[in-house]
């Protein structure tokens, strides 16, 4: 299944809200997750089953869903969220990844 | 405490086979609903699902690579081993292990460190 994933980019500033896209290739339920990378580390989950927040996750970070369009907004952007955003579908194997989004300042 | 970590050769030569450990500890692999997958990271580029092993010995690979790899975990249920044949440069990348549990998050909830492994004769 296709994740696409947008933007690839995104400049923002502290207190900022912004949004990321991620479409699936086709219905995927709600098994959609997402991640945040910092440079240099692994991978750490933020939400899963498309609007959960995962423990100890900011209750900035929130997760929606319109059919197979997946959003991930974050308000009031912190300094530590500037970091790669990746969208993951769990619905079936290949459990794919989109191509990330990368927030920068 | 749940923790997984990667070890194994941080340089092959290319056609060579790549063998990667990843240790676990604070739960068990034959647990109902557990799973470690393995996911890869060139530099500077996406992260790639590579596949993952349940606690029911089921597997699942990445098609692109199926022909190329195996993932498997030992009789003592502490780790998972990845065995990639015949590699290439383009197979250079940082390779993590992560536990997925279907019963709960159907997500991998948490990751190795990471292992990066270099590919050149």
């Known amino acids: 299944i296709q994740m696409t994933q947008s933007p690839t980019s995104l400049s923002a500033s502290v207190g900022d809200r912004v949004t990321i896209s991620c479409r699936a290739g086709q219905n995927i339920n709600t098994y959609l997750n997402w991640y945040q990378q910092k440079p240099g580390t692994a991978p750490s989950l933020l939400i899963y089953?498309?609007?959960t927040l995962h423990s100890g996750v900011p209750s900035r970070f929130v997760g929606s869903v319109s059919g197979t369009n997946f959003t991930l907004t974050v308000s009031g952007l912190q300094p530590e969220d500037f970091a790669t955003y990746y969208c993951q579908q769990t619905y079936s194997t290949p459990y794919t990844f989109g191509q990330g989004t990368k927030l920068e300042i | 405490q749940i923790t997984l970590k990667e070890s194994g050769p941080t340089l092959v030569r290319p056609t060579q086979t790549l063998s990667l450990t990843c240790t676990v500890s604070g739960f068990s692999l034959s647990t109902t609903g557990v799973g470690v997958g393995w996911v890869r990271q060139p530099p500077g580029q996406a992260l790639e699902w590579l596949g993952i092993?349940?606690?029911?010995?089921?597997?699942f690979y990445s098609p692109s690579l199926k022909s190329r790899l195996t993932i498997t975990k030992d009789a003592a249920e502490t780790q998972v081993v990845l065995t990639l044949t015949n590699m290439d440069p383009f197979d250079a990348a940082t390779y993590y292990c992560?536990?997925?549990?279907?019963?709960?998050?159907?997500?991998?909830?948490?990751w190795g460190p990471g292992t990066r492994v270099a590919v050149s004769s």
């Open positions: 992560a536990q997925l549990r279907t019963l709960r998050s159907f997500a991998f909830e948490v």
């Open positions: 092993v349940y606690w029911d010995g089921d597997q």
């Open positions: 089953a498309s609007s």
